[in-house]
């Protein structure tokens, strides 16, 4: 066999390899990333969507309504895109932009529980217009 | 100011414009005053836009607020050290460091350039200036940095206390500069097919280019690692985040360049792979900048949405258009010179490598743009993070970094057997000593282990290729170990220093893969009380709360929590971690600016870090609560920066060193730059 051809047979099966492992990886690591109002439609037509992996986005903090348990770490607040309103339960620590001010956008990753509660595992926050310096410092990063 | 600065700009455009049309036009092959003036015109740009950058800067230092840019990145309390970050600190800011950096490299290209490439010296300028001319346009029409407002505020809005951090400064325009220095390569390969002087010509020309290109990129890509270690607070250095894909995109496919581009030289092989090479690099800066400014992508980064991304995405298809129609019809001109012969020789490590390097890219992108192409093709978003990439990630990099050993040590054309024996035998025994050494160590997760046993076995394979050439010279010449070490260096720039780089590379995976080990904890302490954390090494951290004290400092509040640290007992110092709320004074009246910013207590040694984030305090009390955590092996990424850079540097020293010798004829126009290197036949001897 021509080693071109070899080569050719080799570079095959890493490509194969890079594929499956992007395959893979998507099946079992992707999350669905969802407004409050989509996660409603879905949860409504389909409930498999409760306790499945989601990330929602595109939601601002209620302004007020943020209670914070200093000593548990526990953090309770309402996320709406205007629409659909979900209370979130979360446990641990926040980003400094996450405040209790009005705009404040955020993106929750974890479940939506049978109860109405989306269970957090992971808080990201931005500010929205007020600050927008901030924020486009850092896409002035790259 | 602000009439000189945009005067400064319609000027740049308008003459960079100019040499644009007249380069492409090819009138200036008959006329040689119109080659004159497109060359010269680079120098034109370049200094219209510095007089644009100079006027930007004497607004910001005198406080010009009615100036909306520096209305918007200073306030009058900002320390002047940082004046110059608040200069590229904004969208327009940016813009315009990214127009000062592209016309300055555009006239050193044309200025050190020697003469032997002369003929393609009016096409690269050519190419510079269009991309220059895009980038003023932009400015001009979407982003003005001199744009006035209708009033003059008496104090700006200050700038965001996370890029109040030296590392900040470095950090913004280290990246710029890697990207940026890449549209030369690209003008270069862009200025070959045009002018289809195919042979190795242009290679030769760039090989500077893209090593100062991939140096600048690879240490403003570690300088931001560092700055989100200890400036952002979340414990790691690296998240996967769109951003910082982007920047590591093109990092990935000039990496491959690098090493591709030898095969090229060596045996002419490879010529529509590297063209490609360049060409993709070029249009993912392009992307990278689309993607972060155009809010396409939800990062943690890029929050606001911009009508300037759009512009970029424009010129990227533009760009990409022409360069894929370029390629296609010089295509048939670009055929290989030769053919590979094995297997088992140094092409097909250095092909497998640029396939594995491309393959990561490609899962990066794929994975950065998910959302995007789920949305496209089944309607609803799904987005994947750190998991998925590290999944996909750890194993290409472990073949990568296995290949970094066998690549240096494996003949080319056909290794035969007796080289194999003679170059693998110790580097395979040191890799198998060290997977031993480690299992007794106790470590039993697979990846960690795969990686610190490759890092025995690539690690002995340079030390044996050290040696190896150190013994010969000493035998061959009688110098003494040092000046033979040295002189094998300084003889061999572009070799021994690429063996240096690679020992950089190592650094950074074992660091990588000591992070698996990580361990934190979270606790709220009242003064007095202690928590303990185990480390990976074995040994137990105990972390006493001492207090919390409060201050004010230039142009901040600073609350700052005192630890006092110990390890197995023993008393290891005091520690502070700061939470810090920066304010502006609007008639005399301090308010707060930007939310507040966490500043960890760190302490770092050889083995590991103990990283401290101070998150807050109960309700006005001194109880203070804590997130602690130990990160093993951090040191060795920024140590692993350090030999990289050094080993960049040695391989693009100017002079010695040389290229590959080519051992095959070299059907070229371009002379060969001579270089008498004896040890060049010891090589594969």
Not at chain 1, 45 to 56: E, P
Not at chain 1, 106 to 114: A, D, M, N, S, T
Not at chain 2, 269 to 297: C, D, E, P, Q
Not at chain 2, 298 to 313: D, E, I
Request: net charge positive; aromatic share 12%.
């Amino acid at each position: 066999m021509k080693a071109g051809t070899r080569f050719l047979i080799g570079a095959g099966v890493i490509v194969a390899a890079v594929a499956w492992l992007m395959v893979q990886g998507v099946r079992e690591t992707g999350v669905f990333y969802l407004t409050p109002t989509e996660l409603a439609t879905k949860v409504a037509s389909d409930s498999t969507f409760y306790d499945l992996g989601i990330k929602v986005g595109g939601a601002k903090v209620v302004p007020g309504s943020v209670v914070r348990n200093e000593v548990s770490r526990q953090i309770d607040f309402q996320m709406s895109d205007g629409q659909q309103m979900y209370p979130v339960s979360y446990r641990g620590l926040v980003p400094d932009t996450f405040t209790d001010a009005s705009d404040i956008e955020v993106i929750v990753e974890g479940h939506l529980g049978r109860d109405g509660v989306f269970h957090a595992t992971e808080v990201l926050a931005k500010c929205g217009s007020r600050y927008e310096a901030a924020a486009e410092e850092e896409a002035r990063r790259v | 100011m602000t009439f000189l600065g945009t005067f400064a700009l319609w000027t740049a455009l308008l003459v960079g414009l100019w040499g644009a049309v007249v380069a492409f036009s090819g009138r200036w092959q008959w006329q040689p005053v119109l080659e004159r003036s497109v060359t010269r015109s680079v120098y034109a740009v370049w200094f219209a836009v510095a007089v644009a950058a100079f006027a930007l800067f004497r607004g910001l230092y005198a406080h010009d607020f009615n100036i909306e840019y520096v209305w918007a990145y200073t306030a009058r309390n900002l320390p002047d050290v940082f004046i110059a970050t608040a200069f590229w600190a904004g969208q327009k800011g940016s813009l315009l460091l990214w127009a000062l950096v592209l016309t300055l490299f555009a006239s050193l290209a044309q200025f050190l350039t020697p003469r032997r490439y002369a003929p393609l010296l009016p096409y690269v300028a050519g190419v510079t200036q269009a991309v220059a001319v895009f980038f003023i346009a932009v400015m001009l029409l979407a982003a003005n940095p001199f744009e006035r407002l209708p009033f003059t505020p008496l104090d700006g809005r200050g700038l965001n206390p996370q890029l109040q951090n030296p590392g900040m400064i470095i950090h913004p325009p280290l990246l710029y500069l890697g990207y940026i220095s890449f549209t030369i390569p690209f003008a270069f390969a862009v200025a070959a097919l045009l002018s289809r002087r195919l042979d190795t010509g242009w290679i030769f020309a760039i090989r500077k280019w893209s090593l100062v290109s991939w140096l600048f990129l690879s240490a403003g890509i570690t300088v931001g690692m560092w700055w989100a270690y200890v400036e952002l607070g979340w414990g790691g250095y690296w998240a996967w985040d769109p951003v910082e894909n982007a920047s590591l995109l093109p990092w990935l496919t000039m990496t491959a360049f690098l090493h591709s581009v030898m095969i090229q030289e060596k045996r002419g092989m490879l010529k529509r792979w590297n063209l490609t090479l360049v060409v993709a690099t070029f249009l993912l800066t392009i992307f990278g900048t689309f993607l972060t400014r155009s809010g396409v992508i939800a990062s943690v980064h890029s929050f606001t949405q911009s009508p300037v991304g759009w512009y970029f995405l424009g010129f990227l298809v533009i760009a990409g258009i022409f360069a894929y129609t370029l390629l296609h019809t010089r295509w048939p001109e670009l055929a290989p010179e030769a053919e590979l012969q094995s297997m088992l020789s140094r092409e097909a490590a250095f092909l497998f490598n640029n396939l594995l390097l491309v393959g990561i890219a490609f899962s990066v992108l794929w994975g950065t743009m998910f959302p995007i192409i789920s949305e496209l093709v089944k309607g609803t978003k799904i987005t994947v993070g750190p998991p998925f990439f590290n999944r996909v990630n750890v194993p290409l990099g472990l073949l990568l970094l296995a290949l970094t050993g066998i690549g240096p040590l494996i003949a080319w054309r056909r290794a035969s057997r007796a080289n194999l024996r003679r170059q693998f035998t110790v580097p395979l025994a040191v890799g198998l000593l060290t997977f031993a050494a480690s299992l007794v160590a106790g470590i039993r997760e697979l990846y960690p282990l795969v990686t610190v046993t490759l890092a025995g076995f690539v690690g002995a394979a340079i030390v044996q290729e050290f040696g190896r050439g150190v013994r010969a010279r000493m035998r061959m010449y009688g110098d003494s170990i040092t000046t033979a070490l040295a002189r094998l260096v300084g003889r061999n720039r572009r070799r021994y220093g690429g063996y240096i780089v690679h020992v950089g590379i190592l650094c950074y995976c074992v660091a990588f893969a000591g992070m698996a080990f990580r361990t934190d904890l979270e606790a709220t302490l009242k003064p007095g009380d202690s928590i303990s954390l185990a480390s990976p090494f074995g040994h137990t951290w105990t972390f006493t709360h001492t207090g919390v004290s409060q201050y004010k400092d230039a142009n901040r509040y600073v609350s700052a929590a005192a630890l006092r640290l110990g390890r197995e007992g023993k008393d290891m110092g005091l520690m502070t971690a700061e939470k810090r709320q920066h304010f502006t004074l609007e008639d005399g009246v301090e308010m707060k600016s930007f939310e507040a910013s966490t500043e960890v207590g760190l302490r770092s040694d050889l083995r590991e870090d103990v990283y401290v984030v101070f998150e807050g305090v109960v309700n006005g009390t001194e109880e203070a609560k804590y997130r602690f955590t130990i990160n093993p092996l951090v040191w060795w990424v920024w140590f692993g920066g350090i030999v990289l850079v050094i080993g960049g540097l040695i391989t693009m020293w100017p002079g010695g060193g040389g290229p590959v010798a080519p051992n095959r004829k070299v059907a070229a126009t371009v002379a060969q730059p001579a270089s008498a290197q004896p040890l060049e036949a010891l090589r594969d001897a």
